[in-house]
């Protein structure tokens, strides 16, 4: 089973910066996809960034032009740069890859990283 590991939150003043990343361990897989998902208290979970093995990319309109998803394949990791971020960015954040194994695909998420924008 392959297992995601998130790094990277903590407390930002509004306006800075944060970088996450999300590495996969496991063996014999590949990764189809890459996604960041926060959830803030109260609300829904919902989906910030995707990235594709072929580095196609999609935003949420709330943070397009500010957030950047990346991927490097080679080290299995994904990462998510957070620029000129705002108190309503608050959130816990997660990553979720879709995992190619010999017997088909299946959806896994990190254990989550809490990030706090004061403002």
């Known amino acids: 089973q392959v297992q995601l590991v998130e790094s990277g939150g903590g407390l930002v003043q509004a306006g800075g910066s944060l970088r996450l990343s999300c590495a996969a361990s496991?063996?014999?897989?590949?990764?189809?996809?890459m996604d960041w998902y926060r959830q803030a208290p109260g609300k829904q979970r919902e989906l910030v960034a995707a990235i594709t093995t072929g580095g196609r990319t999609t935003y949420a309109d709330s943070v397009k032009g500010r957030f950047t998803i990346s991927s490097d394949n080679a080290k299995n990791t994904g990462y998510l740069q957070m620029n000129s971020l705002k108190p309503e960015d608050t959130a816990v954040y997660y990553c979720?890859?879709?995992?190619?194994?010999?017997?088909?695909?299946?959806?896994?998420w990190g254990q989550g990283t809490q990030v706090t924008v004061s403002s």
């Open positions: 496991g063996s014999d897989f590949g990764i189809r996809a």
């Open positions: 979720k890859f879709n995992i190619l194994v010999r017997i088909g695909a299946y959806d896994t």
